[in-house]
Each structure stands twice: as C-alpha cells, then as structure tokens.
C-alpha cells in the first residue's frame, strides 16, 4: 500500500475521543472491508448482550451472579436501589477512611501517622492495585506502599525488610472476597506474625475488604479490625480495580480515585455505542478477532512507550487470559480459545525482543501505547532541538512502521498524559473490549473454572502431604516411596509423595530422606 493510500486508511480507521483526548488507530491492522462487513451480525448480537450484561442478566449463570462492575462508576444504571445503595455508600466509605488516615485522624497506636501501607492480595486483588500505584504516584509518596502477593516466604521475607522499623506506622490492607485464598490467608498468618515478633496488636493496623459475612469479615469482625470494606459477588477479581479492592489503596495513596471512576465511566458511555467504527472497545475487538481468527491464533504483545504504564501489560494478562482462555464455549461445545499477552515497555523491548517481532515467528499482534506529555516542565536537550522524549515518540513510530513494513500487524493507543482519569478509561476500554470479544467467539468471559481447579488441586497436595506427615511419625523404620503410597492407599502417587519429602527434606521438616536422589525410586524417608 503507497503512503498515500496508508494515510487514508490511517483516517479512516482512526478513532478519537474528544472529552478524553484518547486516540485508537487500527489502521495497522490488514483486515478489509469485507472482513468488517462479515463480522458486522457478531457485533450487532455482541452489543445487544453488553446491554443486557448491564441490566442486570445473570451471566455467571454456573454461580447464578450478575456481573456489575460497569456500575461501579455509575451506579444509575445498577438494577436496582439497593445495589445503587451499596455503591454509593462504599465509596463514600473509602473516600472517608482515606482521608482520615491521611490527615492523621486515624492514627496507629503511638504513632503521629501511618507511613506505609502493606496490600495482602493475589490476582486481581494485587494486580490492579500495583498497576495504578506504579502509574500514578509520586516518586516521592508520602506513604510507601508495599505487596504481598504470592505466598514464597523468601518474598515475604522481603517486604517486611523493606518496610523494617516502619512496621508500627504501617495500616495492613487483606483483601479477599471469600476470606478463605490460600495465599491471601498465608500472607496474613504471615503479617500477624511480624507485628507480633515486633510487640504490635495487628488489629489495630488492620484492615478487610472482603464479601460480607465471609471468613475474613468474620475475623475482622471478631478481633475488632480497623475497618472493613465490602467486595461485591457481582464483581470479578479482574474487574475489581474500581470497586474497594483497588479504589482503597490507590485513595490511601493520594490519588484521585473520583477522576478514575469519572474517566472511566466517561470511556465506558463511549464503548457503549452500538456501532462498529465508532466504538474503540469495538475496535479493539474487531482488531483480536482479525489478528487470531477468532481463535486465538496470535498473542498480544504490549508495549507502553511510559515508565509508569510498566504493569500494564501485566494487569491485561489477567484482564485478557482469565477472561477469554475457556475450554467450552456457551453451548458446552469444545473450543479452546483465549489470547496470550506479554509486555514489558517500550523502548526497552526493542533492545529485547523487538528483533524477533520484526523477522521472528509471526505470531503475534503489538499494541503500542503512547502517551503525548514528555514530562511536566521544559526538557533538557539531548541533541540541538531534540529531547529524551521526541527520540522516545521516535522509537515508538520507527516499531510501528518497521513491524507494519514486514506484515507485522498493530494498534495504537494514544493518550494525552497518564493521569488517574486516563487510566479509569483505559482500564474501561480493555474491560468492554473483552466483554465484546467473548461475545463474538460465544464463551463466558465472566468465570474461571480453571481457577478453581488449580486450586482444588493444590488442596489435594497439601491433604497427602498431611497424611505422609502421618504416616511416617508412626513409621518404626524407614520407608520407600512405593511403601509410602501403599500405605496411603494409591499407588499412584509415588510422585507427587517424592515432590513432598523431597520439600519437607529441603527445609528440615520432620522428614529425612536417604539414597541418590538420581533414582527417586531407591530412597528411602523416615521422620527427623
């Protein structure tokens, strides 16, 4: 295509935002009009089910639970007053805490101020909140902000080391809607721990933002807690950046959580036209479809060209991958979909991995975020006229063109400045595009069965673990694997029971474990 012809369909595939001054720009895309025509009857089905997604229809029809984080920045359109009550009331609640916490009317115990703020959380309970903290604040804060994430004590470890002496000026934030994630629930053993080895009474310093009447709220209930916050059942941990789960921290922060929720809602009133070319959700969509034929075929790879966009790719990997990767579609039919996303930034990735995006396998589609404000202030010259910024657009538009030039196909989007409004619309925009994408490939983007497995499977580990423990405290002499199973009663788990003792082994637990660990079968494994 001449570059005439590229600068039409440069304006003709170029959406804008006015009140948000967001630009999408496809135009890198190669589908066709023949294409859009196509898939035109999808969005017209796609867009009539967001409608109903947000009046209320059941869309989690295996836990019979609507879906309605889109009311979370706009509760007017709740289906009914008393959701809209709940909404209203919760922030009015966050809003308060925060400021009281930050003017020093709430205050820990002795101290003339929190410092700090530990966030005890996993998936969408940290993912969300580390990317907003990274986006938006200072580089100086007036309260530090720290992540327990995973539940690997050598992490743990290092976080309260970070936080060090500080630990009795620091409000802890647990986060879970079921009170019961294994790895939220050992992140909060874990904290209790600390303030106690330091002579602290952690429910002074502690908060909830967990489901009502769960095992959490019951704890913090019972203990006499800070405070507790509600997350709503209709509110998926992926979409839970603008309820209480991300709108806490980020308030306690500093930020302006109202402009997250204004833009957002703002972004959200955009994504809800129903027409293909004037919706940048829409676009979005239309743009995953083309690239992966609807199945998934290509991954999307991310690149902020910003510091502070760093997680963002990794706040979409969940947004994306836990939403789309289903085995079944609506009709149980099996079919596998979903879309990988990796990221770092630009222009780091293009001393990475850019080389492979140009000449490598083409599997992939880019999306290239740019933000048009270099830096508040005037910028320092690296050459006569040009500064650390313009080589920055520079790059961005050099990866653009060179991956387009190789039949690398991608998007762009444009935003005026990382403010908090701007990241309310961003997290918007890819919100709709996934709800619109699932849409027109037929899955329920809205559960996570797979989840749920992993989980049910890491139960069963920790229950043989528990019965090997057992079985070998009573042992009058060492035992082989094969012995260990038997005894158990299934056979089959030589393996896993080796993976055990082998960790139990590694950490002086109890267990002890004699021979080559080269032939697993030979070993034999008595209690310490």
């Known amino acids: 295509m001449d570059e ?172 879970s809607k079921s009170g019961g994630t294994p790895e939220t629930r050992n992140g909060m053993v874990e904290s209790k721990a600390a303030f106690e080895k330091a002579g602290l009474d952690f429910a002074k310093q502690a908060v909830a933002v967990t489901g009502e009447g769960s095992k959490l709220d019951k704890i913090a209930s019972s203990e006499g807690w800070l405070a507790s916050f509600p997350m709503h059942d209709w509110v998926g941990g992926r979409t839970s950046e603008l309820s209480a789960v991300g709108l806490l921290p980020a308030a306690l922060q500093g930020i302006d959580i109202q402009a997250m929720l204004d833009g957002a809602k703002e972004m959200d009133d955009a994504t809800r036209m129903a027409d293909l070319q004037t919706n940048p959700a829409a676009l979005l969509a239309l743009s995953w479809y083309f690239a992966g034929k609807g199945k998934g075929e290509k991954d999307m790879v ?70 048009l404000q270099d830096r508040e202030g005037t910028s320092v010259e ?45 997290i918007a925009l890819y919100e709709r595009a996934v709800g619109l994408y699932a849409f027109l490939v037929n899955i329920n983007a809205y559960h996570q069965p797979g989840v749920e497995a992993g989980k049910k499977a890491a139960a069963d580990v920790l229950d043989l673990q528990n019965q090997v423990k057992d079985l070998l405290s009573s042992a009058e002499a060492p035992l082989s694997l094969a012995e260990i199973a038997d005894k158990i009663g299934d056979s089959g788990k030589a393996e896993n029971i080796y993976k055990i003792v082998r960790h139990l082994d590694a950490n002086g637990r109890m267990v002890k474990i004699q021979g080559d660990p080269s032939q697993p079968a030979s070993l034999k494994v008595s209690a310490r």
Do not use: C
């Open 302 to 371: 991310v690149l902020p060209y910003k510091d502070s966009l760093l997680l963002f790719s990794r706040y979409l990997q969940q947004l994306v991958m836990e939403s789309l990767g289903k085995e079944t579609d609506l009709e149980g039919n099996t079919v596998y979909q979903g879309i990988a996303v990796y990221g770092n930034k630009g222009s780091t990735d293009q001393h990475a991995y850019v080389q492979q995006l140009r000449e490598g396998v083409p599997n992939f589609f880019a999306t290239l975020i740019e933000v």
């Open 4 to 175: 005439a012809a590229l600068w039409q369909r440069y304006q003709d595939w170029l959406y804008y935002h006015e009140g948000l001054g967001i630009y999408v720009d496809v135009s890198r895309m190669s589908f066709d009009e023949a294409f859009v025509e196509q898939l035109t009857p999808r969005f017209e089905h796609a867009f009539e089910a967001m409608a109903e997604l947000e009046g209320g229809a059941i869309a989690n029809p295996d836990e019979n639970r609507m879906v309605g984080h889109y009311w979370l920045r706009n509760p007017d359109l709740a289906p009914s007053e008393a959701l809209k009550k709940d909404i209203t009331e919760t922030l009015s609640a966050v809003k308060e805490f925060a400021q009281k916490v930050r003017t020093g009317e709430i205050t820990p115990p002795g101290e003339s101020r929190f410092t700090d703020i530990l966030s005890v959380g996993i998936g969408g309970s940290a993912l969300g909140p580390q990317f907003v903290s990274k986006a938006l604040t200072d580089a100086q804060p007036d309260i530090d902000i720290h992540f327990i994430d995973n539940t690997d004590p050598v992490g743990i470890d290092h976080t309260f080391a970070e936080i060090g002496d500080r630990l009795k000026s620091t409000l802890v934030l647990i986060i």
């Open 382 to 426: 690296v050459e006569p006229d040009v500064t650390s910024g313009d080589y920055l657009s520079g790059l961005l538009q050099g990866t653009r063109r060179a991956l387009y030039e190789n039949h690398r196909d991608s998007i762009t989007i444009t935003v005026p400045e990382v403010t908090p409004r701007m990241v309310g619309a961003l």
